[in-house]
């Protein structure tokens, strides 16, 4: 069974950083494309970004783009998400997930492993 433990949320104040880090273990981490996923409360789980399993392609969610970069080490088994000029409605609590293959794709279903977030407060 594939375990992520997500760290790094906080509070922050809106125009700063955060870099949240997820560890996975009991798992051929190369071989597992890497995403995060946020959930503000009384909303639906967002896409944030996503990363092939050899780390050479990613994907955004648009409201991320240019502010967020993910990355990661397959050497230590751990996905970064670094954020930049944050604003107050990044709030959310933010999810790794984890996918068998290389794909980095941007929907929920198509992803089978979820570490169980980290929450992210940006104030304004």
């Known amino acids: 069974q594939v375990q992520l433990v997500e760290s790094g949320g906080g509070l922050v104040q809106a125009g700063g950083s955060l870099r949240l880090a997820c560890a996975a273990s009991?798992?051929?981490?190369?071989?597992?494309?890497l995403g995060w996923f946020r959930q503000a409360p009384g909303k639906d789980r967002e896409f944030v970004a996503a990363?092939?399993?050899?780390?050479?392609?990613?994907n955004y969610g648009d409201s991320v783009k240019g502010r967020f970069a993910i990355s990661r080490d397959n050497a230590k088994n751990t996905v970064w998400l670094q954020m930049n000029s944050l604003k107050p409605e990044d709030t959310a609590v933010y999810y790794c997930a984890a996918r068998l293959g290389s794909n980095a794709y941007d929907t929920e279903a198509a992803y089978a492993y979820w570490g169980q977030g980290t929450p992210v407060t940006v104030s304004s």
């Open positions: 009991r798992v051929t981490f190369r071989a597992y494309a």
């Open positions: 990363i092939s399993s050899g780390g050479g392609r990613t």
